[in-house]
């Protein structure tokens, strides 16, 4: 590369040189249209009055002239045409900016009444001069012109009909309670017909209902969509202009046409945010299908009932002074976060060079180290600021040995309570929770609100939960190996044990399926109402391991149920979407629970296969005799089993009747 030709790529870069370049080329082009602009009013002034002798009029008429011509080119962009190719993109500029300039001119036109000039002379001036224009486009770059190529634009369906009804709406309210349909004559039609003739002329120009699967930001949208309502507003301003009728009406109309651009605005970006790419990773309610919730793609795993510290296997050799270097000098202000991760890693098993420490919500803090490289990363910012959780921890997943661990926190939703009720006044602190729970809690999984609250919030401060903070780890595959509260924050200690999960992120769907065995092992899914938290499904082995099993066969101290699930649990209130499965023929009314592989897997081998010839059913016998534990249920399952096999109807109806008086008589509720 010549010297020259690189001092040139670094002015480009650097900017400053590049400017004056791109001025000097716009500037002639700039003056060129304006040229081209008076050539045209004086051939259309002269045709009409055969002389040039200009009046004080049209000296004001020429004012507003170069204004209307001024706003037409600089709101369409076509002064910074440089970079057109082809006719096709050409003639979209100078329709719009000829649109525009129709009515800002009649605007000014119809406020200065003083102006009073001939239309002839309004409309073939605005007319003729993009004629000229396009012909010496065409003539200066007949050799160079690309043919446009045919593009299928894929046209929304749903906007542009709303975007009528729209329209339609307003219009009828107008005449309804301002002009009266008793008062529409042939202005009134004209204009009627007008408007819906601009609407459409003016969304074909703009492709407004277009932009809805090609435009890439929120930014972009807007503009496209002020486009949009400007040339419907500059061309029923000409038609106003053109028909010439009262000042009552034409204000009245023109406020209408306000209205609606105001309305519309509001509507079609509400619809256009609803269709940008998801830049989150947050869990979606999805209120229109039931959600399948899969089997963990992580293996199982027998957690290891042990008190000594987790050693890394690959450093056992040679012990590194990560230990006191953590303690005296990176943590020597927060001790009690040492103490933390010193009582179940043994740190000196870790290498110093292999280790990271940040505070950060960056990603770009990860994606720095090299994959499989990192031997342990502690994060001291916490989780619920990061827009992107679930690909943060990949990334980390990624850049981590096997067996790595990864260290952090975040602020469950309980100790995000604590927070309020410690800084404010009791009725106060209730009060601010409530809309923070709805803003940070419930907006970020409700369907297009959630990318409203993104695009506002960008994520930071949102509100986790326990179940939803810890299930995400396991998601990522890291397995949680120990937690403890500081400062109302949950720190963890995670171990990376497998790649991320495949498996599509959770939904928060009120209506949830989940797939259970079957008679002769047929897959069944039965649908149930949703009352755990989102990702609760990936921690079923940690609950287990930490836990075991409570009365009634469920899990113990199980917090990945919410406070109105575990009401709902109380009541059997989230068993009713059931009955869809005993209608599809799925369940019989009585018969043995219908449990997934993993929890049979609990039963011994000998029963399991003699269950296993049964059909499951919607009321089990565990509602009528209300077992304890799972020895309990195991019991009455084989004791209703054999019941059946000697009478099927009278055993149903008999199992059928105590679950009823259980649940309806004596108040028994599900444990």
Not at 236 to 257: E, G, H, N
Not at 617 to 635: C, F, H, R, T, W
């Amino acid at each position: 590369m010549s010297n020259s030709t690189h001092s040139e790529s670094l002015a480009q870069l650097n900017g400053s040189p590049g400017i004056p370049h791109k001025i000097a080329v716009r500037l002639p082009k700039l003056f060129g249209n304006l040229v081209i602009y008076l050539l045209a009013l004086l051939i259309v002034y002269y045709l009409k009055y055969k002389h040039l002798h200009i009046t004080a009029t049209y000296w004001n008429f020429l004012i507003i002239y170069l204004i209307a011509w001024a706003a037409g080119g600089l709101i369409s962009g076509k002064f910074r045409f440089q970079s057109v190719t082809t006719l096709q993109s050409y003639l979209s500029f100078s329709y719009t900016s000829l649109l525009i300039s129709l009515g800002v001119a009649a605007f000014l036109l119809a406020e200065f009444e003083s102006v009073s000039i001939s239309r002839l002379v309004v409309v073939g001036s605005f007319f003729s001069a993009p004629l000229i224009e396009i012909a010496i486009f065409s003539y200066r770059n007949r050799s160079q012109l690309e043919k446009a190529g045919k593009t299928k634009k894929k046209i929304s369906v749903i906007a542009p009909v709303i975007d009528f009804l729209l329209l339609s709406w307003v219009l009828y309210f107008l005449y309804e309670y301002k002009i009266g349909f008793n008062n529409i004559d042939e202005n009134q039609i004209i204009l009627l017909s007008g408007t819906y003739i601009s609407w459409l002329l003016s969304a074909v120009i703009t492709h407004q209902f277009t932009a809805f699967s090609e435009k890439t930001n929120v930014w972009s949208a807007i503009s496209l969509q002020l486009k949009f309502y400007l040339l419907i507003i500059a061309l029923m301003s000409f038609i106003v202009y053109i028909i010439q009728i009262d000042q009552y009406y034409r204000t009245l109309y023109l406020s209408a046409i306000v209205v609606y651009a105001a309305w519309s605005f509001i509507v079609m970006l509400f619809l256009y945010i609803d269709k940008l790419p998801q830049k989150t990773d947050d869990v979606a309610a999805n209120f229109l299908r039931a959600y399948e919730i899969k089997a963990p793609a992580i293996p199982k795993r027998e957690q290891e009932v042990t008190n000594t510290k987790y050693k890394l296997i690959r450093n056992t050799e040679n012990e590194s002074p990560l230990a006191q270097k953590l303690e005296f000098i990176y943590f020597k202000e927060y001790p009690e976060i040492f103490s933390f991760l010193e009582r179940r890693l043994d740190l000196n098993t870790f290498d110093i060079d292999n280790t990271a420490i940040v505070k950060s919500r960056n990603l770009y803090n990860v994606e720095v180290f090299p994959e499989k490289y990192l031997e342990l990363f502690i994060n001291l910012h916490k989780i619920n600021d990061i827009r992107r959780i679930n690909e943060y921890f990949i990334e980390v997943n990624k850049r981590m040995c096997d067996g790595g661990i990864f260290a952090g926190n975040f602020e469950p939703i309980k100790y995000r309570y604590d927070r309020f009720r410690n800084k404010y006044p009791f009725l106060l602190a209730n009060t601010l929770y409530f809309f923070d729970f709805l803003w940070k809690r419930a907006a970020p999984k409700l369907p297009i609100i959630r990318k409203i609250y993104f695009l506002l919030t960008n994520g930071q401060d949102r509100a986790l939960s326990l179940a939803e903070g810890l299930g995400r780890l396991y998601y990522c595959g890291f397995e949680i190996i120990d937690l403890k509260v500081i400062n109302n924050l949950c720190y963890f200690v995670a171990k990376k044990i497998s790649p991320p999960s495949s498996d599509e992120n959770p939904s928060f769907s009120p209506v949830i399926k989940m797939k259970r065995e079957g008679k002769k092992g047929r897959p069944v899914y039965v649908y149930k109402l949703r009352t755990m938290h989102p990702y609760s499904e990936y921690l079923q082995e940690f609950v287990y391991n930490n836990n075991n099993l409570q009365v009634g066969g469920k899990f113990n101290k199980d917090f990945r149920i919410t406070k109105w699930g575990a009401v709902f649990r109380k009541l059997w209130i989230d068993e009713l979407p059931m009955l869809v499965n005993l209608a599809k023929g799925d369940l019989k009314l009585v018969g043995v629970r219908p449990i997934s592989r993993q929890y049979l897997s609990l039963y011994n081998e000998e029963f399991r296969k003699k269950r296993m010839n049964y059909k499951p059913g919607l009321v089990p016998p565990y509602y009528a005799d209300m077992p304890k534990n799972l020895s309990e249920i195991i019991q009455s399952e084989k004791k209703y089993l054999d019941e059946y096999d000697k009478s099927k109807i009278k055993t149903d109806v008999k199992y059928f009747f105590k679950a009823f008086n259980n649940i309806v008589i004596k108040k028994e509720r599900s444990a």
